[in-house]
């Protein structure tokens, strides 16, 4: 009997049963359905329909407006006027640019100002309110879209002098940040020729006296006075500052293009195909995306950028625009979608501000098209082999310095597996230490991510000591000593980075209001290792003297799903994320989340908490404590 062609055949079927499991375990990586169509086409055909619902809507309902079922004018949404004339002033340009006529968008506009002139209206909204009228104006359309009277209110209201002291050009109780706003609205008032250029030269003057006294060498902006908070505002600013210069008929400077270049490396190095951008700090998300694109539009237009990564930095950008349409907008309610499906952003950008945020995220979206549009991409297809370019270009770690001197500042980029990490390591000073987007972790979207404003009572990934005296401490805000070195790679021990950091105390919890304070007790010696597949932390507590503790807790919650326990080890069945282990814990355990308000991240919500223990003990001698994520 020819046994062969039975052979054969098993054999084909055994390829095809190992062809389709293999199949069944590839990660799937999320692309955006409009990735590979024009920037343009994408705004005209989705994004400026959302935009003419919204207005028609609010012109409709006026003061009742709701959106999702939440009443939009509720007093709690500062900026809305502004961002109400921004939308309507879009719509409007937009008709002019479509060759349309603009009679209805005249009076929608003007319909929109009555309504709006006598609201309150601060910072941001007097900028986005000014900006409206100045594009207006420079087209030949603000006598008529705004009525005289209306004109001369705005006039009076819109005003730098609201936030900033007129004897010392001084912001009142706002973050460093807001002096390039004030700069914004005071040379638009001049542009309008409300006012003379004295005070927009004053104010530009403070914000780059800030910044090069924060920044100093290495170029990213303090959010503080010095106290080292860095998030992705630190890396923005500069494009902000570059592209009021666009708006306003300024040049920019070579010594402001040097800093944008700065910040345009780190956007590059955070490159993907699903258009995620930043994943640390405060106001992610949507915004996260958007600072990544302002970024990259902005070094564009400023010819920073070669012809080459001109190419690449617009498919990325194009993206982070598709990405908008199919993740961030939800159809069924007609709106962006911050708060729902396990999502959270910081109660600065809650529900309540949610017509604003439409507004808000709209322009920075089709004020990015514009630029790209002027830059001759208005039908230009993006490339489709961001991800090869992306692998070619940018290195797999690369380290930043955010400020140096008695604490170490600064931010390291892994990229491996098509996941990108930012290891931050950062002070997240008076009134971010306590939430974990600003803890010393390698964020990564989806696999492992901060929680808005979480304060301490769930904190992701670091070991919490409970003293016998009451006292907690953890080790957050004071890091030095931060050094990076590349492992040698051998058979045995694969390509891997690690970097080191010294504490010389941990952080006392307590109001997330106040400042951090160093708790000298007990010191730390940290190291990570980033290898293909696999990151671990080690962590090697020190007392300074004889203490008592009364556990030592630390949790993990993680966006991996179907936990099986053994020992200290936890296995995923279902997610990126494969497997967590932990030493120096008595024992741990896992249990669903069940998507309670503490275990969403601003991309959608945790699915396992992983807690581990250590009881009590007398602390005399060193402890190590460490864990390792393994992924795919």
Not at 192 to 204: F, P
Not at 498 to 503: A, L
Not at 537 to 550: A, S
Request: glycine content about 8%.
């Amino acid at each position: 009997m020819n046994f062969l062609p039975r052979i054969c055949m098993l054999l084909t079927v055994f390829a095809t049963v190992a062809q389709v499991a293999a199949s069944d375990i590839a990660k799937v990586v999320y692309e955006p359905p409009l990735a590979n169509v024009a920037m343009d086409k994408i705004v005209q055909s989705e994004l400026y329909p959302q935009l003419a619902y919204l207005a028609q809507k609010l012109l409709a309902e006026k003061e009742n407006t709701t959106l999702n079922g939440h009443p939009a004018f509720n007093g709690k949404d500062k900026f809305l006027p502004g961002k109400i004339a921004s939308g309507l002033g879009h719509l409007l340009l937009n008709a002019k640019h479509e060759g349309k006529d603009l009679a209805p968008y005249l009076s929608d506009f003007r319909e929109s100002a009555e309504l709006t002139v006598g609201m309150d209206n601060h910072t941001w909204g007097i900028y986005y309110y000014l900006l409206a009228l100045y594009e207006l104006k420079k087209n030949g359309l603000l006598e008529q879209a705004v009525p005289t009277k209306t004109l001369d209110a705005l006039k009076k209201k819109l005003d730098w002098r609201s936030f900033v002291t007129q004897t010392d050009f001084k912001l009142i109780q706002l973050p460093t940040n807001y002096y390039g706003v004030a700069f914004g609205v005071a040379r638009l008032r001049m542009l309008l020729g409300w006012e003379d250029e004295t005070a927009s030269q004053r104010l530009l003057k403070k914000l780059l006296d800030h910044y090069e006294q924060h920044s100093g060498t290495y170029g990213f902006s303090d959010e503080t006075e010095g106290e080292g908070r860095f998030d992705r505002y630190s890396i923005l600013l500069i494009s902000e500052i570059c592209g009021r210069f666009i708006e306003t008929g300024m040049e920019v400077t070579p010594e402001l293009k040097t800093k944008l270049r700065k910040a345009t490396d780190i956007a590059f190095r955070l490159g993907n195909v699903s258009g995620d951008g930043f994943s640390f700090g405060r106001s992610i998300g949507a915004y996260g995306e958007t600072a990544v694109l302002d970024i990259l539009t902005v070094s564009a237009y400023l010819d920073i950028l070669s012809q080459q990564e001109k190419e690449y930095a617009y498919a990325y950008s194009t993206r982070i625009v598709a990405r908008y349409v199919d993740f961030w907008y939800d159809k069924k309610t007609r709106s962006v979608d911050l708060w729902g499906q396990g999502r959270k952003t910081d109660d600065y950008r809650g529900i309540h501000r949610i017509l604003g945020e439409n507004f808000s995220l709209l322009h920075q979206l089709i004020s990015a098209n514009d630029l790209w549009r002027q830059m001759g991409y208005q039908d230009k297809l993006p490339r489709q082999d961001l991800a090869a370019w992306l692998d070619k270009t940018q290195p797999a770690f690369q380290f930043t310095w955010f400020a140096r001197g008695e604490y170490d500042r600064a931010l390291a980029i892994y990229r491996d597996a098509g996941h990108v990490f930012s290891l931050l390591m950062v002070n997240g000073g008076a009134s971010q230490h306590g939430n974990s987007p600003y803890y010393p972790l390698p964020f990564s979207n989806l696999l492992l991510a901060g929680i808005a404003d979480s304060g301490y009572q769930h904190p992701q990934l670091l070991p919490k000591f409970t003293m016998n005296d009451g006292s907690e401490l953890i080790a957050t805000a004071f890091i030095k000593n931060i050094h990076h070195t590349e492992a040698t790679e051998t058979a045995q021990t694969p390509q891997a980075y690690e970097v080191t950091y010294h504490q010389d105390g941990l952080t006392r919890i307590g109001p997330v209001n106040q400042k951090p304070v160093p708790d000298a007790r007990i010191q730390l010696n940290t190291s990570y290792r980033l290898g293909a597949g696999m990151i671990t932390r080690t962590d090697q507590y020190l007392p300074t003297e004889k203490l008592g503790v009364r556990q030592v807790s630390l949790e993990f919650a993680s966006f991996s799903e179907l936990p099986e326990v053994s020992g200290n080890t936890i296995r995923f069945n279902k997610g990126d994320l494969s497997e967590f282990t932990v030493t120096g814990m008595d024992h741990c355990s896992a249990r669903a989340s069940l998507d309670t308000e503490n275990f969403k991240s601003p991309n959608g919500p945790m699915k396992t908490l992983v807690s581990c223990e250590r009881k009590a003990f007398s602390f005399d001698t060193p402890i190590t404590i460490s864990w390792s994520i393994k992924y795919h």
